[in-house]
Every structure is written in structure tokens, then in C-alpha cells.
């Protein structure tokens, strides 16, 4: 059961006490007929605003949702009209303020408080101002007072605060539910770095650890071959650093076999794979390792590019050892898959 199915019940079951008053007649009224409609119009009018619901509504509607204004507007009506029908059908002035004489006070009181509720908060002020001109003129200012009017005006009054307060609450959720879906990405981001930097820091491990090993237990007094793979190992390090986006086992199994046959191979990321579909980096560094692996240079540069169009440029120059000439003998632009 939904809280709105328990307050449209408690609202049916004030709506028929009060329109029960209407019809517990102690001396028949002068226009039982008259009466009779105007309690009819009453539950007509109530069972409008309780159950109308806009056109696009739907179960699973907030319950901040206004109430359509054609059904806020009946409540205008039964308000202008009932208090007239009510005091024509109990004419005789000793039994005008009789129970089912002032049924009306009570009773278009709490369907003003429906249509608070249901947000139309002017509407029902509106009503409200038309139960009292209607009761007062009928009543007298004192006995209308005194016949529920009050009750009425400051039941309405409480039902508008509850809403402001039930808006507020409202809007302070939703800000809460805002900051708990920016609170969860920011964490899910930071876990991501940090499993990033595991890996990193295992892949690290694994590469420097071993020849940092060897150093130490050789007290510094490497094999040249042993030297060279220590400079292999160190710029692997860089690589990870550097440009932990470009590589992926195919690339740093070709930037390795650049190494080791003489080649000075940099790798730099300047942030221009960010924000790239993993399975579009994945085609650029299958693009790159082809690149590497058909590559006679002895220097290689690979950047990734701020170029809408080109993810990474791979330039690859051939130093002659004798005369320090260089030409550029590589030059391959990997653009961004489908553009």
C-alpha cells in the first residue's frame, strides 16, 4: 500500500463524515432536494480532486506532480456554489446553524486541504477565501467562526507548510542523491588509478627488480651484456611512465627488438588518447606495432598527437655513425578510428 493510497482513503473517509452531517436531518430542511445536490456536487467535486491525474501521469508518478487544473478548478465551483445551495435549502434562520446546515465549513475546508496537497497551493487559497465570503454571508462573520471556519483556514494553512517542507525535503534528496552519483565516480576513478598504479608498479617490479638484483649482489660489477640489459630495463621503466596508454605487450615486444638491435627508441603521452573507446586504442597500438616491427631506424620517436584526426606520429631518423648525418626514413601518422 502506497502512502498515496492511504491518504486518498483517510480523504474519502473525511469527505463522507462531513457530507454524513449533511444528511442527519433533526427537522427536514425547507429544500431537501436543493440540499441533497449540493452534497452530491460536494462528493462529485471531491472525488475529482482526489483521483484526476494529468493527462501524461502514471503509477509510478512523483508525488510532487501538480493535480490537473481542470480538477482544482471544481473545487473553485462547489466553493462558490454549495454555501448559497446550502443556506437556500436550510432557509429558516433557526435551523441555519443546525449540524446539517453548516456541514459545508468542514467539508469544502478539507477538499481545499486535498488540493493543497496536490500542489495547486493557490487554487486552493482561492477556495478557501470563497468558503469564507460564502459562509460569513450566510453564517454572520462570528457564527461562521464558530461553526469550524477556523479550523478550516488553519488546516489549509498547516496542509501549505507541509508541502513547502515535503518540497524542500524533496530538492535536498535529489541534491543528496547528486552528490552520492559524483562521490561514487570520483571513487571509482580513484580506484581505477590505483589499480592502474599496481599494475604499474608490479610491471616495474618485474622488469627493473631482477637486474636491480644482480646489481646489488654484484656490488656494481656488471658484464657488459649484463650493462645492456640494465639499459634496456631502465628505458622499459620510462616507457611505463611516460606512456603507460601506447603500450600493450605487441608494442613493447617491438620497442624491445628496436633496443636490442641498436635503436634509440622515446615513447611520450601527452594526454591524446584520453577519453578514447579501449577498443579504438587498441587498434592504434596494433597500428604502431606494425609501424615498430617494419622499422630499420636508430632513432624512434613515438608522441601521440593534439590533432583531432591523428592519435599518434611515429618518426623514425637514421643517424650515419661516420659523418653524424641523419635522414628521416619513418613517418607514419596512426589516425583515430573512424575519423
Same mark, same amino acid.
Do not use: K
Given at each position: 500500500?502506497?502512502?498515496?493510497?492511504?491518504?486518498?482513503?483517510?480523504?474519502?473517509? #473525511?469527505?463522507?463524515?462531513?457530507?454524513?452531517?449533511?444528511?442527519?436531518?433533526?427537522?427536514?430542511?425547507?429544500?431537501?432536494?436543493?440540499?441533497? +445536490?449540493?452534497?452530491?456536487?460536494?462528493?462529485?467535486?471531491?472525488?475529482?480532486? @482526489? #483521483?484526476?491525474?494529468?493527462?501524461?501521469?502514471?503509477?509510478?508518478?512523483?508525488?510532487?506532480?501538480?493535480?490537473?487544473?481542470?480538477?482544482?478548478?471544481?473545487? =473553485?465551483?462547489?466553493?462558490?456554489?454549495?454555501?448559497?445551495?446550502?443556506?437556500?435549502?436550510?432557509?429558516?434562520?433557526?435551523?441555519?446553524?443546525?449540524?446539517?446546515? /453548516?456541514?459545508?465549513?468542514?467539508?469544502?475546508?478539507?477538499?481545499?486541504?486535498?488540493?493543497?496537497?496536490?500542489?495547486?497551493?493557490?487554487?486552493?487559497?482561492?477556495? /478557501?477565501? !470563497?468558503?469564507?465570503?460564502?459562509?460569513?454571508?450566510?453564517?454572520?462573520?462570528?457564527?461562521?467562526?464558530?461553526?469550524?471556519?477556523?479550523? &478550516?483556514?488553519?488546516?489549509?494553512?498547516?496542509?501549505?507548510? !507541509?508541502?513547502? =517542507? @515535503?518540497?524542500?525535503?524533496?530538492?535536498?534528496?535529489?541534491?543528496?542523491?547528486?552528490?552520492?552519483?559524483?562521490?561514487?565516480?570520483?571513487?571509482?576513478?580513484?580506484?581505477?588509478?590505483?589499480?592502474?598504479?599496481?599494475?604499474?608498479?608490479?610491471? +616495474?617490479?618485474?622488469?627493473?627488480?631482477?637486474?636491480?638484483?644482480?646489481?646489488?649482489?654484484?656490488?656494481?660489477?656488471?658484464?657488459?651484456?649484463?650493462?645492456?640489459?640494465?639499459? @634496456?630495463?631502465?628505458?622499459?621503466?620510462?616507457?611505463? !611512465?611516460?606512456?603507460?596508454? !601506447?603500450?600493450?605487450?605487441?608494442?613493447?615486444?617491438?620497442?624491445?627488438?628496436?633496443?636490442?638491435?641498436?635503436?634509440?627508441?622515446?615513447? #611520450?603521452?601527452?594526454?591524446? =588518447?584520453?577519453?578514447?573507446?579501449?577498443?579504438?586504442?587498441?587498434?592504434?597500438?596494433?597500428?604502431?606495432?606494425?609501424?615498430?616491427?617494419?622499422?630499420? &631506424?636508430?632513432?624512434?620517436? @613515438?608522441?601521440?598527437?593534439?590533432?583531432?584526426?591523428?592519435?599518434?606520429?611515429?618518426?623514425?631518423? #637514421?643517424?650515419?655513425?661516420?659523418?653524424?648525418?641523419?635522414?628521416?626514413?619513418?613517418?607514419?601518422?596512426?589516425?583515430?578510428?573512424?575519423?
Amino acid at each position: 500500500m502506497t502512502v498515496r493510497a492511504v491518504l486518498s482513503a483517510l480523504a474519502l473517509a #473525511f469527505a463522507a463524515y462531513q457530507a454524513a452531517r449533511g444528511i442527519l436531518w433533526t427537522t427536514p430542511p425547507t429544500m431537501p432536494w436543493l440540499l441533497i +445536490a449540493a452534497l452530491a456536487l460536494y462528493i462529485a467535486a471531491t472525488l475529482i480532486c @482526489i #483521483f484526476a491525474v494529468p493527462p501524461q501521469g502514471s503509477t509510478g508518478e512523483r508525488q510532487s506532480e501538480p493535480m490537473p487544473t481542470w480538477a482544482a478548478a471544481s473545487m =473553485l465551483v462547489v466553493a462558490a456554489t454549495i454555501p448559497t445551495m446550502t443556506g437556500l435549502a436550510v432557509a429558516d434562520p433557526t435551523t441555519r446553524t443546525a449540524t446539517y446546515g /453548516t456541514w459545508y465549513v468542514g467539508g469544502l475546508g478539507a477538499l481545499a486541504v486535498v488540493v493543497m496537497v496536490r500542489r495547486r497551493t493557490w487554487l486552493a487559497w482561492i477556495g /478557501t477565501a !470563497l468558503l469564507s465570503v460564502g459562509a460569513m454571508v450566510w453564517l454572520g462573520p462570528l457564527e461562521a467562526f464558530g461553526q469550524g471556519l477556523v479550523g &478550516s483556514i488553519v488546516w489549509v494553512g498547516i496542509a501549505h507548510l !507541509l508541502v513547502v =517542507l @515535503i518540497d524542500r525535503a524533496e530538492r535536498d534528496a535529489d541534491q543528496l542523491v547528486e552528490l552520492q552519483s559524483v562521490t561514487s565516480a570520483w571513487e571509482a576513478a580513484q580506484e581505477g588509478r590505483e589499480r592502474e598504479r599496481r599494475v604499474q608498479l608490479q610491471r +616495474a617490479l618485474a622488469v627493473g627488480g631482477p637486474i636491480l638484483a644482480r646489481v646489488i649482489a654484484m656490488h656494481g660489477a656488471l658484464t657488459d651484456e649484463e650493462r645492456r640489459e640494465a639499459g @634496456i630495463a631502465e628505458a622499459r621503466l620510462r616507457d611505463e !611512465l611516460r606512456g603507460p596508454r !601506447l603500450l600493450d605487450d605487441d608494442v613493447r615486444a617491438a620497442i624491445d627488438a628496436a633496443r636490442r638491435r641498436g635503436a634509440q627508441v622515446s615513447v #611520450f603521452d601527452e594526454g591524446g =588518447l584520453e577519453g578514447i573507446p579501449e577498443a579504438n586504442v587498441a587498434i592504434i597500438r596494433a597500428e604502431l606495432a606494425e609501424a615498430l616491427n617494419g622499422s630499420t &631506424s636508430n632513432r624512434i620517436i @613515438i608522441r601521440t598527437s593534439p590533432d583531432e584526426r591523428v592519435a599518434v606520429t611515429v618518426v623514425g631518423r #637514421f643517424v650515419v655513425e661516420d659523418t653524424g648525418e641523419e635522414s628521416v626514413d619513418l613517418w607514419r601518422e596512426i589516425r583515430h578510428p573512424g575519423r
